[in-house]
């Protein structure tokens, strides 16, 4: 009987398939000392892909090989000098033992620069759960304009809806205009985020029961604001707004004018219909003070800001940050609020981001009962 390397499927050169120099057991279909050499020489001969190859598709193969001699060995049919096939595939096996991932780690010392890093982590982390927190309760209390239009109807007649309104507000509605004319003072990168606000402030104009009629003065079609306006904002010169390459001052008598400053000391107390409402179109990550408090104080005309110290108190807050500066759009949304609710305290919790470390006078009794 020719005996045959039955795990590889061929019978490596030089192997004696008569042999007898060994006991083999005649039931087996191979010699067992051949069946040692088949394993070496292919071992050999297989490239590191090919092993990978044969470990993972072929273990359970060589499982079954295994299992065969061990019922062999239980039932008496292989003497126990005969047990070295399966000591074969012990020797075959990989054992990694791993430790457990936390051993040792409380007893490695770490630099001082190392462990800074990890605590400004930590606090960043804590920082990003709180403001996403805060953030899901302003979207609550803004909730209640969500269903405006009711459920009932299309998008095309809630489109429809909205450009009627903007209509109206164009010729009869509070005026607000957003006064572009600060763009020496920034950067690239603030020039973008400007863009930014001002898609954000006419969204919320749309989405309003009441809509202002909106103003961009000082934006000229060749300068760079224009250009990223058209390139972030979908449509943007179809926008229901009027905007125009001159200064608010030439369009407006500057009696009526009312500019918005957080560097004022008068509060705004109310909305007049016959005013026109300045915004100070400026994102400065540098923080140059008083740059719009500068320019109103120039052109002498009357300066606001918003009563966040008449009606907010200082909130404590992982970084301890206390700022009035806003961006335009959420300035924006403080008037829409206030101008359909007549409510400061609702105006100003709806509006000012909890990440300001402000909050309405009534929420910090509640607190300080709890």
């Not at 969500?146 to 009932?152: I, L, M, R, S, T």
């Not at 600060?182 to 001002?198: C, F, N, P, V, Y």
């Not at 309003?208 to 934006?219: E, G």
Request: glycine residues 4%.
């Amino acid at each position: 009987m020719t005996k045959k390397n039955v795990m590889f499927g061929t019978t490596p050169p030089n192997v004696d398939t008569n042999c007898t120099s060994c006991s083999c057991d005649p039931r087996l279909s191979y010699c067992r000392l051949d069946f040692l050499r088949a394993i070496l020489f292919n071992v050999m001969l297989l490239s590191c892909k090919e092993i990978s190859h044969y470990l993972g598709f072929k273990v359970k193969r060589m499982e079954n090989e295994t299992a065969q001699y061990l019922r062999c060995y239980d039932e008496g049919l292989l003497q126990p000098h005969d047990t070295l096939i399966s000591d074969v595939f012990d020797f075959m096996r990989i054992e990694v033992e791993t430790e457990p991932a936390g051993i040792g780690r409380e007893e490695r010392t770490f630099s001082k620069n190392v462990m800074r890093k990890q605590r400004n982590w930590e606090r960043k982390v804590e920082a990003k759960k709180s403001k996403r927190k805060e953030e899901k309760q302003r979207k609550k209390l803004n909730s209640q304009n969500k269903d405006v239009y009711g459920p009932q109807l299309s998008k095309r007649v809630i489109k429809a809806i909205t450009k009627e309104r903007l209509e109206e507000a164009r010729d009869a509605g509070l005026r607000l205009c957003v006064d572009l004319s600060m763009t020496d003072h920034m950067s690239h990168k603030e020039i973008s985020r400007l863009a930014g606000q001002i898609r954000r402030l006419y969204g919320s104009n749309k989405k309003a029961l009441h809509p202002f009629h909106l103003f961009l003065t000082d934006l000229k079609e060749d300068s760079l604001l224009h250009k990223e306006c058209v390139r972030m904002n979908d449509g943007f010169q179809n926008y229901l707004i009027d905007v125009t390459g001159e200064s608010w001052c030439h369009l407006f008598p500057s009696e009526n004018v009312i500019y918005l400053t957080p560097d004022a000391s008068e509060a705004l107390e109310h909305l007049e219909e016959n005013k026109v409402y300045i915004l100070g179109g400026l994102v400065d990550e540098s923080i140059k003070k008083k740059i719009t408090f500068t320019r109103a104080k120039e052109l002498g005309v009357r300066m606001v800001r918003l009563p966040i110290d008449e009606y907010m108190v200082k909130r404590s807050n992982p970084k301890n940050l206390h700022s009035k500066i806003l961006a335009i759009n959420q300035v924006f949304e403080i008037l829409l609020a206030f101008y359909e609710t007549k409510d400061w305290t609702t105006a100003l919790a709806s509006g000012i981001p909890p990440g300001k470390g402000y909050m309405v006078m009534s929420q910090a009794s509640t607190e300080v009962r709890l």
